[in-house]
């Protein structure tokens, strides 16, 4: 049943020429093509916290080093920490664990938020290594505007003028070319460390995850993690047309916009587990459905060729009506004018091809899928120098699809 059911044997093909399922692509209205994923772009829509939901724009996310500092995390199993009353004061307990932050020096805190982070010890060297790269970095921008300040055409009333300001910016650039005093030390390398017996002895020590979520914690008791933020992601297409977009805030799930390809293009899949014989004419059971709000219009031609199976039967010329929530309560039609179909479902139709196998390991069957989409869907917006007449031709879609009829 898996191997019935599985969508990855039917690859469809990208304007970019490659074979994904359909579940992967993107269809583009404004390329009128199907894209995927190397097609496409992520961008990072909104940082939130997972925990409490509350969106922070890139620029606090950056000051709060990309962590929310109303939740906090248990440094040992890493769920989330409980908040509880003592005294008219608040301490932190994990609901795993046990872990408390009375087990640290910690002490308790007059506000349920604002917890203290573990401390960085190199903090005040790496702020002093970045302030000497961008005095660097000046340098090298200043040697560079200077060498293209010298092609440039200058006459003698600029010189002798400070019309311009050109004498002050002189002076910055003079200023920027002197070296950076900013004095960083050099660290030199230490011998290995020895070997030693520490871990026979009863003092429990940190496991590795314990150290990956507080790297520079070293024999410092551990402190409450606070919980890092997560992104959510945008899909661009290479149009610069935004493909996949969710709603604004973190806690909606609808989508503002959604491109995907199998609410646009009907979904070929095997009806039934091939039976192949080697040297025998035999029968592959495909069926299509329509997920799209629309009427489709389709031809489904088998391609012939090297690396693909041959294909007796013809051209097949279809019209699937729109899905909908009462599909599944009709009856199944078994009346129609090609012998190819087997039988029709509302939005669903099933299709019998003839193909010839003469090698035991069957090459792919390929098909040539031709469909028109409705105006409501394929139409783009027009600019304001476009006229807004319609279309007298109607626009078909090619889409090439490929179907493995052995799962490796």
């Avoid at 039967?313 to 899905?323: K, S, Y």
Wanted: glycine share 4%; hydrophobic share 30%; net charge positive.
């Amino acid at each position: 049943m898996a191997t019935l059911l599985q969508s990855r044997l039917v690859k469809y093909k990208c304007s970019c020429d490659e074979w994904s399922a359909l579940s992967d692509l993107f269809y583009c209205k404004h390329c009128r093509a199907l894209k995927c994923r190397g097609c496409s772009s992520n961008e990072i829509d909104m940082l939130f916290c997972p925990s409490c939901l509350e969106n922070s724009s890139v620029t606090e996310a950056r000051l709060k080093k990309y962590r929310c500092m109303s939740c906090n995390e248990c440094p040992k199993c890493g769920r989330l920490l409980a908040v509880r009353t003592a005294n008219e004061k608040f301490y932190l307990v994990c609901i795993g664990c046990r872990w408390t932050t009375r087990e640290t020096d910690t002490p308790d805190q007059q506000a349920s938020s604002q917890w203290p982070m573990q401390e960085n010890p190199y903090e005040e060297e790496i702020q002093n290594v970045i302030e000497k790269m961008r005095g660097l970095a000046n340098i090298e921008k200043a040697q560079r505007d200077q060498r293209d300040l010298k092609k440039r055409p200058m006459n003698s009333g600029y010189r002798l003028t400070d019309k311009f300001g050109l004498q002050q910016m002189y002076e910055r650039r003079r200023k920027t070319f002197e070296k950076a005093t900013v004095d960083v030390p050099v660290h030199e390398p230490v011998d290995p460390t020895p070997f030693s017996l520490d871990f026979l002895s009863a003092k429990p020590r940190p496991t590795l995850d314990q150290i990956m979520r507080q790297p520079l914690a070293g024999d410092q008791p551990p402190k409450p993690v606070h919980v890092a933020l997560k992104s959510r992601k945008s899909i661009r297409c290479s149009c610069q047309h935004t493909l996949v977009k969710l709603e604004y805030g973190p806690s909606t799930i609808k989508y503002k916009l959604n491109m995907f390809a199998r609410n646009f293009i009907p979904e070929v899949r095997l009806s039934r587990t091939p039976n192949l014989k080697a040297g025998n004419e035999n029968w592959v059971m495909i069926s299509l459905t329509n997920h799209t709000s629309c009427k489709l219009d389709l031809t489904l031609t088998p391609e012939s060729g090297e690396g693909l199976m041959n294909c007796s039967t013809g051209e097949i010329a279809l019209n699937l009506p729109f899905a909908e929530d009462s599909s599944d309560l009709l009856g199944t039609e078994k009346r129609s004018d090609n012998e190819a179909v087997v039988f029709r479902q509302r939005h669903r139709v099933g299709i019998r091809l003839d193909v010839s196998q003469v090698a035991e390991d069957a090459p792919p069957l390929g098909l040539m899928m031709n469909l028109r989409l409705d105006d409501s869907f394929i139409q783009t917006p027009l600019t304001k120098n476009e006229e807004t007449k319609p279309s007298d031709e109607p626009q078909w879609l090619a889409i090439p699809v490929r179907l493995t009829l052995q799962d490796s």
